[in-house]
T-cell receptor
Framework: GAVVSQHPSRVICKSGTSVKIECRSL??????MFWYRQFPKKSLMLMATSNEGSKATYEQGVEKDKFLINHASLTLSTLTVTSAHPEDSSFYIC???????????????FGPGTRLTVT | AQKITQTQPGMFVQEKEAVTLDCTYD???????LFWYKQPSSGEMIFLIY??????QNATEGRYSLNFQKARKSANLVISASQLGDSAMYFC??????????????????FGKGTLLTVNP
């Protein structure tokens, strides 16, 4: 079946550095990908919708200069956390939309997530 | 108003018994889809079951069934014959509307706060 990968699965970085997280759809083309953030024992909060070849659409309250999203190809979207601080520590999950299965239950597939710790 | 409400922060069930996880939703869109996901401690989101707003019958997938009561706007998940491996966080989610070529925003999933299920031996 369809698979979405994320890399890295875990990352620890120092405050002030930038971290890039990759989200890849492995066997389907994803014109749309979504980036979520999840705090411990909390729900998934949508950060932004990433559309291939165009600018991402950010949810209210999400700093677009802080969380840079690039969707340069039909199988790859990246989230860069710039000048990371401890409060950016979280679990980041991407999902990819398979437009061929649009409207049904298998339209979106989730990646395994990336746990970011900023020290 | 919250679009997805899960009122049970935590639930406990004995192994081999059935358990119902509650979910209510709020939408004015006639076309929507309801999802249940399982998230174990590893963090991956595992799709369990789906109910479309126009589906006449309640969805079932193995030990999972969805009790869809459209008039009450509820979509409770029933897990039969609980297993120790069912211990996890469970999220109810909704996708509203479907408009072709409308861009990404119409395909968003909105999640509830989740219910932590613990299966006791």
């Amino acid at each position: 079946g369809a698979v979405v990968s994320q890399h890295p699965s875990r990352v620890i970085c120092k405050s002030g550095t930038s971290v890039k997280i990759e989200c890849r759809s492995l066997d389907f083309q994803a014109t749309t990908m979504f980036w979520y953030r999840q705090f411990p024992k909390k729900s998934l909060m949508l950060m932004a919708t990433s559309n291939e070849g165009s600018k991402a659409t950010y949810e209210q309250g999400v700093e677009k200069d802080k969380f840079l999203i690039n969707h340069a190809s039909l199988t790859l979207s990246t989230l860069t956390v710039t000048s990371a601080h401890p409060e950016d520590s979280s679990f980041y999950i991407c999902s990819a939309r398979n437009y061929r299965l649009a409207g049904g239950p298998y339209e979106q597939y989730f990646g395994p997530g990336t746990r970011l710790t900023v020290t | 108003a919250q679009k997805i409400t899960q009122t049970q922060p935590g639930m406990f069930v004995q192994e081999k018994e059935a358990v119902t996880l509650d979910c209510t939703y709020d939408t004015s869109d006639p076309s929507y889809g309801l999802f249940w996901y399982k998230q174990p401690s590893s963090g991956e989101m595992i799709f369990l079951i789906y109910q479309g707003s126009y589906d006449q019958q309640n969805a079932t997938e193995g030990r999972y069934s969805l009790n869809f009561q459209k008039a009450r706007k509820s979509a409770n998940l029933v897990i039969s014959a609980s297993q120790l491996g069912d211990s996890a966080m469970y999220f109810c989610a909704m996708r509203e509307g479907y408009v072709e070529n409308s861009g990404g925003s119409n395909y968003k999933l909105t999640f509830g706060k989740g219910t932590l299920l613990t299966v006791n031996p």
